[in-house]
């Protein structure tokens, strides 16, 4: 389909990332652990971290050239982020899934491509418009987890 997939790709990905959503909302939560709540603060800076590996791999910065799967470790700073403050049996699998679906896909990669020749290193420029934009990105994400859930969880992140 070329770039005309794209669009569609995009569709199906944030049709499936809603169902994710709604399937984990509405399953009971089942505890297998609790973390001490310091973990809390330990999320929100992995989550920092992987909102920028999401995209600096665009940046054609300093990261671009030393990280081969920028996108695929910010999902995997992501997975174990929610699973150091999520310790149910939904929160398990959905996340967990997600850890190990990375993992895979990088080996998978690594696989079809060989080695890698990494680019040659970008301005470091690049990679700070990026933090900005992840530190924006971020906020909004923040907003969006304080609309949804309860109001006492997100005292906890302060």
Do not use: C, Q
Request: aromatic share 8%; hydrophobic share 65%; no cysteine.
């Amino acid at each position: 389909m070329g770039k005309a997939g794209r669009g569609v790709v995009a569709v199906l990905v944030l049709a499936s990332i809603i169902l994710m959503v709604i399937g984990y909302r509405g399953i009971d939560k089942e505890p297998l652990y609790a973390l001490p709540v310091w973990t809390w603060h330990v999320n929100n800076l992995l989550m920092l971290v992987a909102i920028f590996l999401m995209d600096v791999g665009k940046a054609g910065g300093v990261v671009a050239a030393k990280v081969r799967h920028p996108m695929l470790l910010g999902v995997m700073i992501w997975a174990v982020a929610h699973l150091l403050v999520n310790g149910d049996l939904a929160s398990l699998v959905l996340f967990g899934g997600l850890l190990l679906w990375a993992l895979i896909e990088m080996a998978v990669i690594n696989r079809a491509e060989g080695p890698w020749a990494a680019p040659e290193v970008g301005p470091i420029v690049n990679d700070v418009k990026f933090m900005v934009l992840a530190l924006v990105l971020y906020a909004i994400i923040v907003g969006i987890h304080y609309w949804l859930l309860d109001y006492s969880v997100i005292l906890l992140l302060a």
